[in-house]
């Protein structure tokens, strides 16, 4: 079993930064691609950026890529999603997910996280 806590959100302005961890317990960590997804009111969860076991493959969606950074630490059991020049349509509760496919659908990730709000003010 995997278990996944999300810290980092917040509070922040227009054009500001948040990082965003997402620590796992167990060992198998390494063995996992990861992903952030997010998910605003009334909206569907939707697809952030991805990162395979070793880190060297990564993938964006298209309304965050030259904004948001994922990257990972498999000493520290440890993925972060770096958010820069952040906007108003940020705005969402971020979850990080660990799976057996390196994939861009939710449905494909076995072990989620509890969330993180991230709120994004003009």
């Known amino acids: 079993q995997v278990q996944l806590v999300e810290s980092g959100g917040g509070l922040v302005q227009a054009g500001g930064s948040l990082r965003l961890s997402c620590a796992a317990s167990?060992?198998?960590?390494?063995?996992?691609?990861m992903g952030w997804f997010r998910q605003a009111p009334g909206k569907e969860r939707e697809f952030v950026a991805r990162i395979n076991p070793s880190g060297g493959n990564t993938d964006y969606a298209d309304s965050v890529k030259g904004r948001f950074t994922i990257s990972r630490d498999n000493a520290k059991n440890t993925v972060y999603l770096q958010m820069n020049a952040l906007k108003p349509e940020d705005t969402a509760v971020y979850y990080c997910a660990g799976g057996s496919y390196y994939s861009r659908d939710p449905r494909e990730y076995r072990y989620w996280g509890q969330g993180t709000q991230v709120t994004v003010s003009l």
């Open positions: 167990g060992r198998t960590f390494i063995n996992f691609p």
